[in-house]
C-alpha cells in the first residue's frame, strides 16, 4: 500500500513538471494513461494556472471522464468550470454521466447556466433541465438517464446488438431494462441472461418480470436501502405514470451513504464534519452556535445543583462525584442515542415496536447500571472507608443511567415521529437531560441518606 502511495507521488510530481514545463505530447502519454480516479486526484491537486494547461492539452471528451471521478463539492466542480472557455465546459458537461453533472450544474449561476446549455445538443440540454427540476436527495435528482432499453418480443441475438450499441453511453450494461410500448418497464435482463440464452430466444421468454424499482420522489436514503438489502448493482426509477425514466446505480448509493452519515455524525457533534479548516474565523462561526446554546441550557444543570448548595454544605464529599455520576450517564445516553439512531436510520420489516424498544432498553439500562453501580460503590467504600457513601454514589449512577439510557432511546424515536431529524436534534437533549435527571437522582437519595454520611 505504501509503495502504491509513493508511485502515485512520483507520478503526479512528473505530471505537474510536465505541465510546467508544458511538454503537451508527453503529459498527454502519461496522464490518460492513469485510472480516472488517480486523474481526478492530481487535477484537483494543481493550481489555476497547471489547470488552464490541461484544458488546452486535453479534449472535452478526454476530461469528462475525469470530471465524473471528481470527489469534492458540486460548488468546487462549478468553479472550474468558470475556469473554461464556456464551449469547453459545455462539452465536458456532455461528457459526463447526466446525473453528476446536474450534481454540479445545480449551484451554477444563473447567469452560467442557460449559456452552458445552449451550447450543448438539445438532447443533453433537455435531460439535464428535467434532472434540475427534481428536488434535492430524491431518486429523481440521483438517477442517470443512460441505460439500455429493449422491448420483450426482441430476440437475445437482438438485444445483444442493442447492447454494443449502447454501451459506450451507458452507465451500466450488466443490468437491460424491458419495456412495453409506452416505456413502462416490465422486466430485467442480466448480461449473464443474454449470454447464456440461445440467440434466437425472444426476451420475454428469459426476462424477470418481477423487477423492483422506485419512484422519482422516493427520498434517497430509502432508495439507499432498497440497494442494500437486495445488493443490486443498479435500481430502476419509475414516473408518476410507471414509466421508467432513468437508474441509480450502487457508486452513486456509496456517495448518498457517506453523504447521510456525515450529515449524522454532523448532526451528533454540532458541527460541519466536512467544513474546511483553513478559514478559523468561519469553522468558528459554524460552530459557536451549537457551543452557545448548550451553555445556557447547562446553566440549567448549575441552577439545580444550586438548589441543593445547603445539602453540599453539609456534606461536601458528595461535590466530588458529581461530575462522575453526569459524565457516566451521559456517556451511557450517548450510546443508547447512537443506537436509536443508526435503528431508524435503517428500519427494517422486523422493526421492534415502541413498547418493546423501552422496555428492551430499561433492561439493559439496569444490567449497565448494576454493574456500574456496584463497582462504584466497592471503589468508593475501600476509598472513602465509607459504605454508605459508597451505596449512596452506586444507587444514584445505577438509576441515573437507567434513566439516560431510557432518554437516549426514546428521545429520537419522538423527533422522528415530529418529523424533526434525530440525529441534528437528539444531542444536546441528551446531554442537557442526562445532567438534570443525574443531578436531581444524585442529590435526593443523598438526602435520605445524610445522617449515615455524616455520621461516618
Known amino acids: 500500500m ?25 503529459f498527454r502519454e502519461l496522464f490518460l494513461n492513469l485510472h480516472v480516479y488517480e486523474q481526478a486526484q492530481i487535477f484537483t491537486s494543481l493550481d489555476s494556472k497547471q489547470r488552464a494547461r490541461i484544458y488546452r492539452y486535453l ?44 450534481d454540479a450544474l445545480a449551484f451554477a449561476d444563473k447567469k452560467d447556466l442557460p449559456k452552458y446549455l ?31 432499453k429493449i422491448v420483450g418480443n426482441q430476440t437475445a441475438r437482438s438485444a445483444m446488438h442493442v447492447l ?35 440467440d434466437d430466444m425472444l426476451i420475454q421468454e428469459i426476462m424477470n418480470d418481477q423487477v423492483m424499482s422506485v419512484k422519482v420522489d422516493e427520498d434517497q436514503e430509502d432508495v439507499a436501502k432498497t440497494i442494500r438489502d437486495y445488493n443490486f448493482l443498479a435500481i430502476p426509477v419509475t414516473d408518476y405514470d410507471d414509466k421508467m425514466i432513468g437508474i441509480i446505480t450502487v ?16 448532526g451528533l457533534a454540532g458541527v460541519d464534519i466536512e467544513e474546511s479548516p483553513d478559514n478559523p474565523i468561519k469553522a468558528a462561526a459554524k460552530r459557536l452556535p451549537w457551543l452557545v446554546t448548550l451553555l445556557f ?6 441552577s439545580l445543583v444550586s438548589h441543593y448548595e445547603h445539602l453540599v454544605s453539609e456534606a461536601s464529599i458528595l461535590a466530588v462525584f458529581i461530575s462522575s455520576i453526569t459524565g457516566t450517564a451521559g456517556n451511557a445516553g450517548t450510546q443508547s442515542l447512537a443506537v436509536a439512531v443508526r435503528r431508524l436510520a435503517y428500519k427494517g420489516d ?39 457513601l459508597g451505596f449512596v454514589i452506586g444507587l444514584a449512577m445505577m438509576c441515573a443511567i437507567i434513566v439516560a439510557n431510557l432518554a437516549g432511546s426514546l428521545i429520537p424515536i419522538l423527533m422522528d415521529k415530529i418529523g424533526v431529524d ?8 441528551i446531554s442537557t437531560l442526562s445532567d438534570l435527571t443525574s443531578v436531581l437522582i444524585y442529590f435526593n437519595i443523598a438526602k435520605l441518606f445524610l445522617s449515615f454520611i455524616i455520621g461516618n
Not at 4 to 21: A, S
Open 2 to 26: 505504501a509503495e502504491n502511495r509513493n508511485t502515485n507521488h512520483e507520478k503526479k510530481q512528473e505530471i505537474i513538471f510536465l505541465l510546467n514545463e508544458q511538454k503537451a505530447t508527453k
Open 59 to 102: 479534449t472535452p471528451d478526454e476530461l469528462g471522464d475525469t470530471f465524473d471521478a471528481i470527489e469534492e463539492d458540486p460548488e468546487s466542480i462549478v468553479d472550474y468550470f468558470k475556469e473554461m472557455e464556456p464551449d469547453y465546459a459545455a462539452k465536458v458537461i456532455t461528457q459526463m454521466y447526466t446525473d453528476n453533472a446536474v
Open 118 to 148: 445552449r451550447l450543448m445538443s438539445r438532447e443533453k440540454a433537455d435531460e439535464i433541465k428535467e434532472l434540475l427540476h427534481y428536488e434535492d436527495k430524491t431518486a429523481g435528482a440521483i438517477m442517470a438517464t443512460e441505460y439500455v
Open 164 to 198: 454494443k450499441r449502447e454501451a459506450e453511453k451507458a452507465e451500466t450494461i450488466y443490468y437491460t431494462y424491458v419495456v412495453d410500448d409506452d416505456d413502462r418497464l416490465i422486466g430485467v435482463v442480466t448480461l449473464r441472461d443474454l449470454l447464456v440464452s440461445g
Open 251 to 266: 457508486d452513486d448509493i456509496i456517495d448518498v451513504i457517506d453523504e447521510e452519515s456525515a450529515e449524522d455524525y454532523s
Open 297 to 302: 441550557l447547562g446553566m440549567s444543570t448549575a
Open 350 to 388: 422486523d422493526d421492534k415496536t415502541l413498547f418493546q424498544t423501552i422496555i428492551a432498553e430499561i433492561f439493559t439500562g439496569l444490567v449497565i447500571g448494576i454493574i456500574t453501580g456496584m463497582t462504584i460503590m466497592v471503589i468508593v467504600g475501600l476509598w472513602k472507608n465509607n459504605f454508605v
Open 422 to 429: 434525530p440525529a441534528v436534534a437528539s444531542g444536546p437533549f
